[in-house]
């Protein structure tokens, strides 16, 4: 009867899916953040706002935690036992490893791993591990012979011990099938521990049975509820503003800095854009066009002159060019509308 | 602690040196034809392991000692992980086969150096020329070796490379190697051992007709894992030997995982292990969980905590409520009595088991035997049946006690043979004759037996009256006694028996696989915490997240998140209310009108205390929580920003979860 009621399950979850994809066609309005009338936060500001806001229901939070801190002696007793410890469930698992650290692993080697982290690689593992933990200076060829030497050393003496804590396994660096080999491997040693958290839903995708088999883990469902504040520090929010895009503080600063000209130049080509903004196969000024614009507006007098002002431009990347199909070349401004818009309002106001 | 270690080793190498003892069948075969092979072509064995591939590590090592203690050859085992790419797999080879020399040979310095030498300079050599420097080292690889080792070993030994994992090698490196090694098998005499996880079918799917013609394979098949797994129940969990036992549960547990999950009998021992830690970490009286007269020992030197932990034990409890109420006074408050009484019923626990397990077994004859199988076919399932409840008030006992009573034919009496032999080398081996009624038992087997020669000699004399008289009315007269003799005499004679043995069975079963829960002081030898196992082992960390998201009141007892009905309860969590908001949706979900949802749902609570003057604050404040919960969404992974259209994120999961 269970399994026909899994079967059930199974055949609602499929028709769910197909459900949900059936249509191309998705139904949203069409509104969007711009027309909100309100300032996009940054991250510093939505840093201060959060540190306002009360922290809901602080005391069973805190219950949890107990319960959670209660464990770690048992956490001890398996890792030594040669099984490593996986930690999952909602909330940020931080502070938890964070406590375990200072209160059980003080006074014994041990290696933080900060999986959130976007530029942490394997190799900056196995490179801690072999400089501070071994005092080996030295560099290797690759990951896998540096993970040969780790293990020689780990097998020759016996005494030496490390306890390895990882926040979020599952994180975009860390999740690809060749670094999930090297740290599998890496905790199948037995004197090395390790314990990490995972996040992701679909984190347990990332092993197969011979990665499972070496990471020997056993589960422990830790649900905190906590933020995730570290975390996702790192993950652009399309509601943050982008410090990858460019933003109208750097546009504006860029452009005081220019000539006179210089900065008429760049209006002339804004305003061209914002004027064809409605019309999807723009394809950007051509750059005749542009400098016949900038003739007639006497900002410009020779093509060369021209040239040597969008190559500035390009160097800010304040403009991009592509070649179009008739080989022509088309300028355009890699800012969306929006902060365009504002910047023309900005400087008429200022001029 | 200490125990637990003891019994860990104990446990394991017992496991282990079956696992060898089951593989050595196989490897001896391999050996022997490795020696006889000395072909033209490549020789190479397939051997299919099956798919529980982290199994395969303990067989292959063990499989490589065997060939080294024979000193056939040198052996070189790669893995598909460690060689990307023929460079890799060459360096590699050559590594593992010089580190053999060495071993084998137990020469110092001079080899190893060559071997670091060899290794530098083969990084160094550009991917341009990697085929010359392979073709060199093998060269200069192949006389070195037969000078060290032709001599020794008279012929040429062969030089074996096991591929452990066949299917995860990239065809091409395969191919490359094969073609290489196929040009120098005059010089280096290989052999190839794959190690198949499906099918023989794989070779010709991953090799080109080419490349296979170069090989002269031979298969190999190793023991299905499903019978590792009911040798291992057979030897580990049902003998008197360990005192450390599985509950029903339990052990259901960690069998659904090996036959549902992944076939690995590496997990079922990782998972016994874990039963074992948990079982002594978490229960007190754990510590006398050891041999009898080891516990006899402990329960005198028990403390008066771990007595009032014994009279705390529920099956404790049960038995002293049994008892008359002198002896209720003197368990409950005298110490001592209570060490005697537990030194009383550990024996008594200890003698259970030694009979539980011959029953068992006796049981299983009979049952195993029954067509349609009504009690299970392998004796694991009649032990979960034994241990889950009174096996006799089952449906499936009665019919196959039923099957039995109608099933006994003459034929029947020589499998009732079998059993009792069995019964009497396990009786003989395994325990010193604790229960009497085995021989009695015995002994009306043997009436039994003589009384179907009897009846043969009755049917064979009457016979040969037949045969004397040849009159047709004699004939017709004797053949009537015949009938009615046999209907008569025979019948009731065998079936008296027969009802008089099965009824006898019952009575043994009904007397000695009394499940262990209805025992008193259980608790100490028997670990039936399922859950905990099931959490460990086989978690699922999707249903953890959606419980948490969906009722957090799971989590965090607190009376104002106490669930009504599905409806977005407007106190739990921001990430609760985003989540419970973007369910709703369909595969695409506009950030606007999601962040107007949320901050309705939240000014609803804000609302009493807000004040109107700052609500352009108390805006900030949402929006910023509103950031929070969707970026918190994005990095659990249930949305991700969408490229479709502006201010859109997409749906990654579907239906309620």
């Not at chain 1, 602080?58 to 398996?78: C, G, R, T, Y």
């Not at chain 1, 994180?171 to 314990?195: H, N, V």
């Not at chain 1, 060019?321 to 008429?348: C, H, M, N, Q, W």
């Not at chain 2, 002896?327 to 003698?351: G, I, N, P, R, Y």
Request: proline share 3%; aromatic share 8%.
């Amino acid at each position: 009867l269970a399994k026909k009621n899994k079967e059930d399950k199974m055949t609602n979850l499929v028709e769910e899916y197909f459900e949900a994809h059936s249509s191309s066609k998705v139904l949203t309005s069409d509104r969007t953040l711009q027309k909100l009338q309100k300032r996009r936060l940054n991250q510093q500001t939505l840093h201060d706002l959060l540190k306002k806001a009360p922290l809901a229901y602080a005391a069973e939070i805190e219950e949890l935690n107990q319960q959670h801190v209660s464990l770690f002696s048992k956490w001890m007793l398996q890792l030594h036992l040669g099984f490593n410890i996986v930690l999952y469930g909602l909330g940020s698992k931080r502070d938890l490893l964070e406590k375990f650290r200072t209160s059980v692993l003080q006074d014994s080697v041990h290696l933080v791993v900060n999986g959130y982290f976007p530029s942490i690689t394997v190799r900056s593992i196995l490179n801690s591990v072999t400089e501070e933990v071994l005092d080996h200076i030295g560099t290797f060829r690759s990951p896998l012979d540096q993970l040969e030497f780790i293990s020689k050393k780990f097998k020759e003496d016996s005494s030496l011990e490390l306890y390895v804590l990882i926040h979020n396994l599952d994180s975009q660096m860390l999740r690809g099938e060749r670094s999930q080999q090297i740290l599998a491997q890496l905790s199948s040693l037995p004197t090395i521990y390790f314990i990490a958290s995972i996040d992701h839903i679909n984190a347990p995708l990332m092993w197969d049975q011979a990665k499972l088999s070496l990471y020997n883990w056993l589960w422990y469902e830790t649900t905190t509820f906590s933020p995730y504040v570290e975390e996702t520090s790192y993950e652009n929010s399309l509601l943050v503003q982008q410090s990858g895009s460019l933003a109208l503080s750097s546009l504006t600063h860029v452009l005081r800095s220019l000539t006179l000209n210089a900065r008429g130049i760049f209006r002339l080509l804004a305003q061209y854009q914002l004027e064809n903004k409605d019309n999807p196969s723009y394809p950007g000024l051509s750059f005749q066009d542009f400098y016949q614009q900038c003739r007639e507006a006497f900002l410009v007098n020779s093509d060369l002159t021209l040239r040597a002002q969008l190559t500035e431009f390009r160097d800010h990347k304040l403009i991009r060019t592509k070649r179009g199909a008739d080989g022509v070349e088309y300028l355009l401004i890699p800012i969306d509308d929006s902060t365009l818009t504002d910047f023309l309002e900005k400087e008429d106001e200022d001029a | 602690q200490h125990i637990q270690e003891d019994l860990n080793t104990q446990l394991f190498d017992n496991l282990v040196s079956f696992l060898r003892r089951s593989h050595s069948e196989c490897q001896e075969k391999t050996t022997e034809w490795t020696c006889r092979m000395k072909s033209r072509e490549i020789p190479a064995a397939a051997l299919i392991l099956g798919v529980n591939v982290m199994d395969h590590d303990l067989t292959l090592k063990s499989l490589s000692e065997v060939l080294q203690d024979n000193i056939t050859p040198y052996i070189a085992l790669l893995e598909a992980k460690d060689c990307p790419g023929i460079k890799n797999l060459m360096q590699k080879l050559m590594g593992q086969l010089m580190n053999c020399h060495i071993d084998v040979d137990s020469l110092e310095d001079e080899d190893y150096v060559q071997v670091s030498q060899n290794r530098i300079r083969c990084s160094m050599t550009s991917l341009v020329n990697w085929y010359k420097s392979v073709t060199k080292k093998t060269d200069s690889e192949t006389p070195s070796k037969k000078r060290a080792s032709s001599p020794r070993h008279g012929q040429s030994p062969p030089v074996v490379v096991i591929f452990k994992d066949m299917e995860s090698f990239t065809t091409k490196v395969l191919q490359d190697f094969i073609v290489i090694s196929s040009q120098h098998i005059h010089e280096l005499p290989l052999v190839l051992i794959f190690g198949i996880a499906t099918s023989p079918m794989v070779i010709h799917s991953l090799l080109p007709h080419s490349v296979s013609s170069l090989l002269c394979i031979e298969l190999f098949q190793s023991l299905s894992c499903k019978e590792h797994l009911s040798t291992i129940i057979d030897k580990v969990l049902l003998t008197a030997q360990f005192p450390f036992k599985l509950g029903e549960k339990v052990l259901q547990v960690l069998i659904n995982i090996f036959l549902y999950h992944d076939f690995s009998v590496q997990n079922f021992i990782k998972g016994f292990q874990l039963c074992i830690v948990e079982h002594f970490y978490s229960q007190p009286l754990s510590v006398l969980c050891c041999q009898l007269v080891e516990a006899k020992k402990r329960a005198n030197s028990l403390s008066h905590d771990q007595c009032e932990n014994i009279r705390r034990l529920p099956s404790f409890r049960r038995y002293v409520e049994s008892q008359v109420s002198e002896k209720q006074v003197a368990l409950l408050t005298a110490d001592s009595v209570v060490k005697e009484v537990t030194q009383q019923l550990l024996e008594d626990l200890h003698v259970y088991h030694e009979n539980y397990v011959s029953v068992l077994r006796c049981l299983h004859v009979f049952t195993s035997s029954l067509p349609k199988y009504p009690l299970g076919k392998q004796i694991r399932e009649l032990h979960c049946a034994c241990l889950e409840n009174q096996v006799w008030e089952t449906e499936e006992y009665d019919s196959s006690l039923q099957l039995a009573r109608m099933l006994n034919k003459s034929d029947l009496v020589t499998m009732l043979q079998q059993c009792v032999e069995i019964l009497v080398s396990s009786s003989g081996k395994e325990f010193d004759k604790t229960v009497e009624k085995l021989k009695e038992f015995l002994t009306q087997f043997q009436k039994l037996e003589a009384e179907a020669f009897q009846e043969q000699d009755v049917s064979i004399s009457s016979q040969k009256e037949l045969r004397k008289k040849t009159d047709l009315y004699h004939l017709q007269k004797t053949l009537l006694e015949l009938k009615e003799s046999r209907r008569s005499k025979k019948l009731t004679k065998f079936e008296m028996l027969r009802f008089e043995v099965v009824d006898y069975i019952d009575s043994l079963v009904r007397s000695y696989l009394v499940p262990a829960d209805h025992k008193t002081l259980h608790e100490i030898l028997y670990f039936n915490t399922a859950s905990v196992l099931r959490a460990h082992l086989n978690a699922a960390p999707r249903t953890a997240l959606h419980t948490a998201l969906n009722n957090p009141y799971c989590y965090l007892k607190n009376q104002a998140l106490k669930p009504d009905g599905g409806s977005i309860s407007n106190k739990a969590p921001d990430i609760c209310i985003v989540y419970k908001l973007h369910l709703e949706c369909g595969r695409l979900i506009n950030l606007v009108d999601w962040l107007e949802a949320f901050s309705t749902v939240v000014m609803a609570v804000e609302g009493p205390h807000a004040d109107a003057a700052s609500s352009d604050q108390v805006d900030d404040i949402i929006h910023a929580r509103f950031i929070r919960a969707v970026s918190e969404l994005e990095l659990l992974g249930f949305i991700k920003p969408s490229k479709q259209k502006t201010d859109h994120v997409a749906r990654l999961t579907w239906g309620g979860c």
